[in-house]
């Protein structure tokens, strides 16, 4: 996902709020890296970096979380009740 003008801060906070409301609704925990575009990473490839280096930190704190490379990390929303999902595969079935 890509927040333009959107600062480190605000770009964690919204990937916390994803992170919350798939593990609530979906009920499967979800990691999330967060990078920031600077003057200091003049490529794609960079920022890329970072996001990876945001992930592996976010893993390494414990998982089911989102986290910078810097260590930075949005404070965890309170969790709701996860509801079980009954999932019927017959052809034709919608998930909804």
Request: aromatic share 2%; glycine share 10%.
């Amino acid at each position: 996902m890509v927040l333009p003008g959107t600062s480190i801060q605000t770009a964690l906070d919204r990937a916390e709020t994803i992170r919350s409301h798939i593990e609530s609704e979906i009920g499967c925990t979800v990691t999330i890296g967060v990078g920031a575009l600077s003057e200091m990473m003049p490529s794609g490839y960079d920022l890329i970096d970072a996001v990876d280096a945001g992930l592996y930190e976010a893993k390494n704190r414990g998982k089911n979380q989102v986290s910078d490379a810097a260590g930075n990390a949005a404070p965890p929303r309170r969790r709701r009740q996860i509801r079980p999902i009954e999932l019927n595969l017959e052809r034709g079935t919608n998930l909804g």
